[in-house]
């Protein structure tokens, strides 16, 4: 399909490379490949690290009553659909939300910022936000692999002189290992793909922002039905997301 | 175990902190849902709404007909994941068997089809419904999910724990397949099930792109498209009121209820599903 001209309406046929001309010139279409890699690549650095330390933590915590109260509360926005993520974002960072009334009433801000509309936040904004929602299943992967540690590594670290520091670096962090390599794939090709968080806070504001490449062929395709250059940016998406998936893969060594 | 006491009160006040970032926009929200229209306008910290009451909660019901997409999504989520477990559940029963051939290439094409995003495949699958006339109707959202390759897999590693002998001595005992998959396959992967069925149920219910694509008859509408309408403000009532952010967070409210009942048992599956899906042999 990505080889035809494709509409609902009017001629169609096979057109050759025309449809990938058109996505390798167009601004809109380079502009949102560049979005892409920086929004997949800042969520997957900040994704797949910043669970590590909350997992550790996790199975520091002996009293089960906490343990589990900590875990149920840091996996569940987890669940929680994009829609009532930003829904809930929004309501905390409108201009007459918590944040901001905190902001201004301690005299840090003089006029409320409206984080949603401004695009200098807008991908930081959608990097957090994705962090945010998955830390806690990312942080649960990381703590069934440190659970399966046998306790005597520690004892035996424990004899030799061993301080905390030393004791994740070369205890905890090398038995994950493996659990750190899964995270960061899921994360990597997961994030690659960022369509819903981009399709709701998309304003005219930060369109040039956040808009991804899978945001950009849901516009092109199925608002425009301009399905041939939609196809295009598909497999060019795919393309980057094979490309990233195996470098990836090779470079933490994955089989 | 670090066994620091340093490092112990660093986990306490890490994770409290972590806590405390999940759970106060969700505690903002919910009391914002129950205040008064003008109320909820007003700046500052809402932690308690300023007058109890239900009046958001009518607005979204009455006014905005919310139960009519919340009724979709049900309908969607239910009968769909039933149908997706079942399918899955064949799937990896038939990939478990040690005498099927090209069993490694089939499980590979399957574990491929995970790394296309859902996206790519929109365009291809809106054409394809057109011409099966499944547009704007709520089957098209049951196709669309009919399987994955994810549940598959996972049913896969799950039956093939289950020791070959108990299946042989079955078919000396006359059983044919269909009785050796639903009397003892079936029992014994249950857990198995039950992760495949919740991870679906989630999945589904936060399904958000296909209803999107699929359909645009107000009527047919699912939760997430019409929460998506009342939280971005877009006009596809026919009511001109503004919507006043009580009735957004009571929307948001209503939406997370059902996911927060099904909580303890999801977690409970869930996380024993993560567990198993990590270790890879």
């Known amino acids: 399909m990505s080889f035809q001209k494709m509409g609902l309406l009017g001629p169609m046929g096979f057109i050759g490379q025309e449809n990938y001309r058109i996505v390798f010139t167009d601004p809109t279409v380079i502009q949102s490949t560049i979005s892409t890699i920086v929004i997949a690549a800042s969520i997957t650095i900040f994704g797949f690290a910043l669970p590590i330390l909350p997992a550790i933590a996790i199975h520091e915590i002996t009293r089960i009553t906490w343990k589990r109260l900590f875990q149920t509360i840091i996996y569940m926005p987890y669940l929680f659909s994009w829609v009532i993520i930003i829904g809930i974002w929004m309501n905390l960072l409108s201009p007459i939300g918590l944040v901001n009334s905190i902001l201004v009433s301690i005299g840090l801000l003089d006029i409320p910022i409206s984080f949603f509309s401004s695009p200098n936040f807008a991908r930081t904004l959608l990097v957090a936000q994705t962090v945010w929602k998955d830390l806690g299943f990312n942080a649960v992967i990381y703590l069934a692999a440190i659970v399966s540690i046998n306790p005597e590594l520690y004892e035996a670290a424990e004899i030799d002189g061993a301080s905390v520091f030393h004791k994740i670096r070369y205890i905890i962090l090398p038995h994950i290992y493996p659990a750190m390599q899964i995270v960061f794939l899921i994360t990597l090709v997961g994030s690659l793909r960022t369509f819903d968080s981009s399709y709701l806070m998309t304003n005219g504001l930060t369109a040039d922002k956040i808009t991804t490449l899978a945001m950009l062929i849901y516009e092109r395709g199925l608002l425009e039905f301009d399905l041939g250059v939609a196809s295009a940016a598909g497999v060019l998406l795919l393309a980057i997301s094979i490309l990233f998936a195996l470098t990836a893969s090779k470079i933490v060594g994955y089989k | ?281």
């Open chain 2, 1 to 281: 175990m670090l066994k620091s006491r340093g490092f112990l009160i660093f986990s306490y006040s890490l994770l409290g902190l972590l806590s405390i970032m999940m759970i106060v926009p969700l505690i903002n929200v919910i009391a914002t849902s129950f205040s008064t229209g003008l109320g909820s306008m007003q700046p500052g910290v809402i932690f308690w709404p300023d007058k109890f009451t239900f009046e958001a909660y009518e607005v979204l019901w009455r006014r905005l007909e919310y139960w009519r997409p919340l009724m979709n999504t049900i309908f969607v989520t239910s009968v769909g994941s039933i149908i997706h477990v079942f399918l899955s559940a064949i799937g990896g029963y038939v990939l478990a068997q040690s005498s099927l051939p090209g069993k490694k290439l089939i499980a590979i094409i399957i574990l491929l089809t995970l790394t296309i995003p859902s996206q790519i495949i929109m365009v291809p699958l809106f054409v394809v419904f057109k011409q099966f006339h499944l547009l704007n109707t709520l089957t098209s959202l049951i196709v669309a999910e009919l399987v994955s390759g994810f549940s598959i897999l996972l049913m896969k590693t799950y039956f093939e724990r289950i020791p070959i002998e108990l299946k042989e001595s079955a078919k000396i005992d006359g059983a044919n397949t269909w009785m050796i998959f639903l009397k003892i396959y079936v029992p014994l992967t249950f857990p198995g099930l039950a992760t495949v069925l919740l991870f679906d149920v989630v999945r589904k219910y936060n399904m958000f792109i296909e209803p999107l694509i699929f359909i645009n008859d107000p009527l047919k509408m699912t939760l997430q498209v019409a929460l998506k309408s009342i939280v971005l403000n877009d006009q596809v009532t026919s009511t001109n009121d503004i919507i006043t952010p009580n009735v957004v967070s009571a929307g948001i409210v209503l939406a997370l209820a059902p996911l927060i009942l099904f909580y303890p048992a999801i977690q409970r599956y869930f996380i024993t599903g993560i567990y198993s899906g990590a270790v890879k042999e």
